[in-house]
């Protein structure tokens, strides 16, 4: 069950789009800052969709410029669509956060480098605060319902991070006296 897929699909039940006004789509909508995904991926993804038998295409010339293809959700991609909602709406994971791989070995450092990480961590997370109540901001009345609560979780996952690194920093310095 592919993420990617999802977003694609949805994507399309609104309009036609080639993959790259898919792409400019979820750079407006800052889809990549919510979900994992990148461009390439996108323009593999429609030809999968495409030849799998979810999209129909639509080859098209204007001018001298390149042909393109205009993908269109068809019946089976609505399903699949269908498909996909159903499969993650019931198929809850626990939560895996890359920067564990990093925590997992942080006791392998020398203290000084690895409390120097500790804080790049955390200024990174504050970063991250900072831009998501930016954008939150910022965007509050152009945002679908499904944007504001995405972003919504995102302050408040990335509140509850902030004081988890301030924890984790004092546990290690405690620890490693």
């Not at 995904?37 to 999968?48: E, F, G, H, Q, T």
């Not at 965007?139 to 509850?160: D, E, G, H, L, N």
Request: charged letters at 30%.
């Amino acid at each position: 069950m592919s993420t990617i897929d999802l977003i694609i699909l949805g994507i399309l039940l609104n309009n036609p789009l080639n993959a790259f006004e898919l792409t400019r789509f979820m750079d407006t909508h800052h889809i990549d800052k919510l979900v994992k995904i990148s461009k390439p991926a996108v323009y593999k993804c429609c030809k999968r969709l495409f030849q799998a038998g979810f999209l129909d295409g639509e080859t098209i010339r204007e001018g001298e410029m390149p042909e393109k293809v205009i993908y269109s959700i068809n019946e089976k991609g609505r399903e699949r669509f269908y498909e996909l909602m159903e499969h993650f709406s019931s198929n809850l994971n626990p939560f895996f956060f890359e920067f564990n791989a990093f925590i997992y070995h942080i006791d392998k450092m020398k203290k000084q480098d690895a409390l120097k990480m500790l804080e790049n961590f955390k200024a990174r997370l504050s970063d991250i605060r900072k831009w998501i109540i930016q954008h939150e901001k910022e965007q509050s009345s152009k945002r679908s319902f499904a944007s504001k609560s995405i972003v919504k979780q995102y302050r408040m996952m990335i509140v509850t991070l902030g004081i988890w690194i301030d924890e984790t920093i004092e546990d290690f310095e405690q620890e490693t006296k």
